[in-house]
C-alpha cells in the first residue's frame, strides 16, 4: 500500500470535514459519536490532517474529544505525529496547541526526524537579513552549504536592506572557492549587470580574491559589472584604488583585462587621484583609449592636483598620443606651474592655438617672462613635420615606441618623433626607462 498518496475511498468522514477544515460538518459528526481515531490508507488520523491542514478550530474540538496522550502522540505508518506534520508546515498555531496538549517535542519519525528538524526553515531570515546559506557562504562553511541548498535554501533571497546581497556576494568576498562554484549556477544572473545590484565582481575585488574573480569571470559575469551606486565606484577597476595593493592590484586588474574590461580615462583620473603613476603607465600600455572622453572635467581635475609630479605621467600621455589640446583649458592654464604648461605646449603647434586659448596663454604670460617668450617663439619646421607625422598615426601606434622604431627612417628621426630632444630639455628620464613590468 502507498503510505505517500491518501485515497479519498479509505479517509473517514471525520477525518474528510478536519482535512477542509469545515467546523460544521465536524461538530456534527462527533456529536453523532463518529470515531476520530480511524485511520487512511497512510495511517492518518482526523488529528494528523487538521494538524497538516492548519485546521486551528478542527483540532481543538477533536483534542476535546480525545485529550487522551496517546491519541495526542499517534503515529502515522511513516512514524509522523501530528506535531510532525504542523512543524513541517510551519503551523506555529497548532504547533502550540499540540505541545500545550502533551505532544512530545521529541518524537521521531522512522527516519529518526524529530519535529524541530521538519520545523527549521532553511529560508529563514535574522534582524539583518542574513539567512542560514548566506552565513554558511560567509564563514566557509562548504558542508552546511550543500546541505541547505539540498534542503530546499534560496541563493536569490536577498540579505539585507537593499536587496542586492546575496550569498554568492558573501563568498567572493571571503574567498571561498568552492563554495562559490555550488553557487554560481544556482544564483539568478539579475546580479551581474543589473540595474541597482551589485556584481559579485565587485565582492571578489573587495576582498582581493583573484582565484574567485578568475571563477566568476570565467562563468561568464562581466569584468565591467555596472556601476555600483551602492559604494561609489562605476566598475571594478575603479573599486580596485582604494585598497592599498602593489602585486594584488596588478593580479586583480590583469585578471579583469584578460576578461575584456574596460579601462577609460576614469581610471587614469584615479591613478592620478591616488598618485599611482606607475599604475597610469601601465594603463597606457594595456590599451587605454585616450579619446573620445566623456569624463574630462574629472580628469582635468586631477591632473591639476598631480602637476607637481607631472614628470612621472605627463609624458607618457602625451608621447603616447593624447591631445595637448584638451589639457589647453582655463583650469589648466591658470592652475600648473609655468614648467608644466611650457612642457604641455611643446607638443603642439602653439602658433595655431584657438583665439580663446591664445587669450587665456597671453593672460597666464603677462606675469611670466619665461611663458612671454616660447610664445613668441616660431615653432621650427622639424617639430611641424613631428606634429604631422604623428597625427598621420592612430593614438594605438603611439603607445609604444616599437611601432615608430620600426619605420624605415634614421634613429635620430625616430628618437625625435618619440620627444625625446623635448624629454632631455625637460629632465624627464628615458621612457623606457621608467616602464613598469
Not at 88 to 114: C, F, M, R, Y
Not at 388 to 408: A, F, M, T, V
Not at 411 to 423: A, G, I, K, Q, T
Request: with cysteine; charged share 20%; net charge negative.
Amino acid at each position: 500500500m502507498d503510505f505517500t498518496e491518501a485515497y479519498a475511498d479509505t479517509c473517514s468522514t471525520v477525518g474528510l470535514a478536519a482535512r477542509e477544515g469545515n467546523v460544521k460538518v465536524l461538530r456534527k459528526l462527533l456529536k453523532k459519536g463518529r470515531s476520530v481515531d480511524v485511520a487512511d490508507n497512510r495511517g492518518w488520523m482526523p488529528i494528523h490532517e487538521a494538524a497538516y491542514h492548519n485546521s486551528v478550530e478542527c483540532l481543538q474540538m477533536l483534542i476535546n474529544a480525545d485529550s487522551s496522550e496517546n491519541y495526542i502522540k499517534m503515529k502515522t505508518f511513516e512514524g509522523f505525529c501530528a506535531l510532525h506534520l504542523a512543524a513541517s508546515q510551519g503551523h506555529w498555531k497548532i504547533v502550540q496547541i499540540l505541545l500545550e496538549a502533551g505532544a512530545d517535542p521529541n518524537a521521531t519519525t522512522l527516519e529518526e526526524t524529530t519535529p524541530l528538524f521538519l520545523g527549521a526553515n532553511v529560508n529563514c531570515q535574522a534582524l539583518d537579513k542574513a539567512t542560514p546559506l548566506f552565513i554558511a557562504a560567509q564563514e566557509g562553511h562548504t558542508k552546511c552549504v550543500e546541505l541547505l541548498l539540498s534542503s530546499g535554501a534560496d541563493p536569490d533571497l536577498y540579505c539585507n536592506e537593499d536587496s542586492w546581497q546575496l550569498p554568492i556576494h558573501a563568498a567572493a568576498q571571503m574567498g571561498h572557492t568552492k563554495i562559490l562554484d555550488l553557487l554560481i549556477p544556482l544564483t539568478n544572473r539579475a546580479c551581474d549587470t543589473g540595474l541597482n545590484k551589485v556584481s559579485p565582481v565587485y565582492s571578489a575585488v573587495f576582498g582581493g580574491h583573484e582565484d574567485c574573480l578568475e571563477i566568476l569571470l570565467r562563468n561568464g559575469y562581466s569584468p565591467d559589472a555596472q556601476a555600483c551606486l551602492v559604494f561609489g565606484f562605476s566598475s571594478p577597476v575603479c573599486m580596485a584604488f582604494q585598497k592599498e595593493w602593489s602585486c594584488e592590484f596588478f593580479g586583480i586588474v590583469n585578471i579583469l583585462l584578460k576578461y575584456g574590461a574596460q579601462i577609460n580615462e576614469l581610471h587614469l583620473a584615479y591613478c592620478l587621484k591616488y598618485e599611482k603613476f606607475s599604475i597610469f603607465r601601465y594603463f597606457l600600455r594595456k590599451g587605454c583609449s585616450l579619446g573620445p572622453w566623456n569624463h574630462i572635467y574629472e580628469f582635468v581635475n586631477h591632473a591639476i592636483k598631480a602637476q607637481a609630479k607631472y614628470k612621472e605621467w605627463l609624458p607618457h600621455l602625451l608621447v603616447a598620443g593624447f591631445d595637448p589640446l584638451i589639457l589647453l583649458c582655463n583650469s589648466w592654464i591658470d592652475s600648473v606651474s609655468i614648467d608644466t604648461l611650457i612642457f604641455t605646449l611643446e607638443f603642439t603647434n602653439w602658433k595655431t592655438l584657438a583665439p580663446a586659448v591664445e587669450r587665456m596663454l597671453s593672460a597666464r604670460a603677462s606675469n611670466a617672462w619665461i611663458l612671454q617668450q616660447h610664445i613668441a617663439t616660431v615653432p621650427s619646421l622639424t617639430h611641424l613635420c613631428r606634429l604631422e607625422i604623428r597625427s598621420s598615426l592612430k593614438s594605438e601606434r603611439l603607445r609604444s615606441d616599437s611601432y615608430i622604431s620600426q619605420l624605415p627612417l634614421p634613429r635620430s628621426l625616430h628618437n625625435y618623433l618619440l620627444y625625446e630632444d623635448v624629454l632631455r630639455m625637460y629632465e624627464v628620464p628615458e621612457l623606457a626607462a621608467i616602464q613598469d613590468g
